[in-house]
């Protein structure tokens, strides 16, 4: 009986994997087509700004999709907030600066200190991420430099958006969690063959 039990909750496991795993690369799909095809007919400036805004949004689609719908909107607010944060630093700098390696440092440095001080200080990597990604995006396209704190924060609430979408999808085409500690199947699962329980 005992192995009928394991057997079946390997398999709920592999269902709910791939599951996972399919939702979370249509999701992908659909945001980078999204931004690199659908946005780019109300904004676009180059196709290299248009493919780093189309990573940077499926990155946030990732990031966001989580196990449960509490960690996914956990996940989009802390994302939306270290990009927001580091947003607003890198477009006072490059309304006036251009990118510059000692410019990189001193942002980074700060997005990190802002989200500290604003007592966020779990989202200190993703504002530095965020922030490298900007400076180095704004170098890649320097016409219009102060653009890419803004296009930035576009592509991450358009991927924040698809990644709790795909999340909520997921959870209600999973069902609820398997209860593996209670030996029986969850409500609307079947259980283990009868045959296999009399063993």
């Not at 690369?25 to 659908?38: E, F, G, H, M, P």
């Not at 259980?191 to 063993?199: I, L, N």
């Amino acid at each position: 009986m005992l192995a009928s039990l394991g057997r079946w909750a390997t398999r709920v496991k592999l269902r709910v994997a791939v599951l996972d795993s399919v939702i979370l690369a249509v999701a992908c799909a659909v945001t980078y087509l999204l931004v690199a095809r659908v946005a780019i007919h109300v904004y676009t400036r180059s196709r290299a700004d248009d493919l780093i805004g189309a990573l940077w949004a499926v990155l946030a689609t990732i990031f966001v999709c989580r196990d449960t719908q509490r960690e996914s909107m956990k996940a989009a607010v802390s994302r939306l907030a270290a990009t927001a944060v580091s947003a607003v630093l890198c477009l006072i700098y490059l309304s006036f600066l251009p990118f510059a390696v000692w410019g990189l440092a001193v942002l980074i440095g700060a997005s990190v200190l802002a989200v500290i001080l604003i007592g966020r200080p779990g989202d200190a990597i993703t504002a530095a991420i965020t922030t490298a990604v900007i400076l180095v995006a704004s170098e890649v396209s320097p016409q219009h430099a102060w653009e890419q704190p803004i296009l930035r924060l576009a592509d991450t609430v358009v991927g924040a958006a698809v990644g709790l979408a795909a999340a909520w999808a997921g959870l209600r085409l999973a069902g609820p969690p398997p209860k593996e500690t209670s030996g029986l199947p969850p409500p609307g699962q079947p259980g283990p063959p009868r045959d296999s329980m009399a063993a």
